[in-house]
């Protein structure tokens, strides 16, 4: 019968290893969040880029510099998640400008040359411009009012950013795979630029007075008619007051107005 001492090595060697599984999950595990974290903050900045292309492109004004929106996607979404919005703000490779959680189990940064580490791109062929994020489609072709609408078929629209992560330090088996893994992790957003949105009540108002884009201005020769029967129910059947009823052909009678105290 076994004494205590030999009890006791026993407990020793089942301790040592059980931590031959268990130290590799305390360490990898939460290196899989960060590379989640890391994940989710690339599909951010697609959506950044992406969206910022909607407001700013050749058809309405001109297209922000590819490489400002480079600058401004690596300080905004991949720095230090306090860095302050600031015009020209670049990221630097340096400690203050790292994001403090995205370091392996050894303190060495996930991310060690922004310029070099955080990519973006256009298109699905990757490209370096604005232009070469638009890939062809032909969903418009059968739309008889493009020309009226002043639509555009360029077609969709893409942002690609991709992110190199280091590997973790190569020597240890206890985080093999992870030293060896080359991660890059990249996301898309695609948007449609070109739909045909009015720049202002006035824009749209002369849209619809086209009789092609809009049937409905026909009607507007017998509006006289129609007004009396309107007026007779606002007035007699319905009891709404001063309530109007809409007006046939009459685009002005559906203008939203805004007040000049809601403008400031």
Known sequence: MPGPSSQQGQALTEFLVASLVVVPLFLLIPMVGKYQDMAHNTLMASRYVAFDAITRNDRLNSWKPEAQLAQEVQRRFFSNSRAPIKTGDAAGNFRSHRNGMWTDAFGNPLLRNFDQDVRVSYGFGNGTTHNAGFSGSRDGDPFLLMGRFDLSRRGIYTANVAVTV???????????????????????????????????P????????????????????????????????????????????PRLGDVQFWRDVVPADRLR
């Open 166 to 200: 280091a590997n973790l330090p190569a020597g240890l088996r206890l985080i093999e795979p992870f030293d060896n893994i080359n991660l890059v992790i990249s996301r898309s957003t695609t948007v449609l630029l070109d739909p045909w949105a009015g720049r202002g």
């Open 202 to 245: 006035q824009d749209v108002q002369n849209r619809l007075r086209d009789t092609v884009v809009n049937p409905g201005n026909l009607l507007a020769n017998i509006r006289p008619m129609t007004d009396l029967v309107v007026d007779g129910l606002d007035g007699r059947l319905l009891d709404l007051g001063n309530i109007r009823g």
